[in-house]
């Protein structure tokens, strides 16, 4: 069984930075993808950014230039690099680990934009 634990969520200004990790547990096989998702109060769950392991990446519209999705294949960990952040990227955000036979979701880590 996989486990993956995020870290790194909180409260900051508008145009701050935060730096989210997830730390995937468990045997792992075969090719995969971690992700990045977020989750607003009566909003469905939308990809923010995903990273092959190749390294081949895919973000969502509103982040680009903004957001910086990487991954550590050796420690099995994805981190998503937030800058300027906006209001509007208040959410819980949910990592994602998805290969041939398996899709494992994190537990969520708030992220909250205020001033």
């Known amino acids: 069984q996989v486990q993956l634990v995020e870290s790194g969520g909180g409260l900051v200004q508008p145009g701050g930075s935060l730096r989210l990790s997830c730390a995937a547990s468990?045997?792992?096989?075969?090719?995969?993808?971690m992700g990045w998702y977020r989750q607003a109060p009566g909003k469905s769950r939308d990809m923010v950014a995903t990273i092959t392991r190749l390294g081949d990446t895919n973000y969502a519209d509103s982040v680009k230039g903004r957001f910086t999705i990487s991954r550590d294949n050796a420690k099995n960990t994805v981190y998503l690099q937030m800058n300027s952040l906006k209001p509007e990227d208040t959410a819980i955000y949910y990592c994602?680990?998805?290969?041939?036979?398996?899709?494992?979701w994190g537990q969520g880590t708030q992220v909250t934009v205020s001033s």
């Open positions: 468990g045997t792992i096989f075969g090719p995969n993808a």
């Open positions: 994602n680990l998805i290969g041939p036979v398996y899709n494992y």
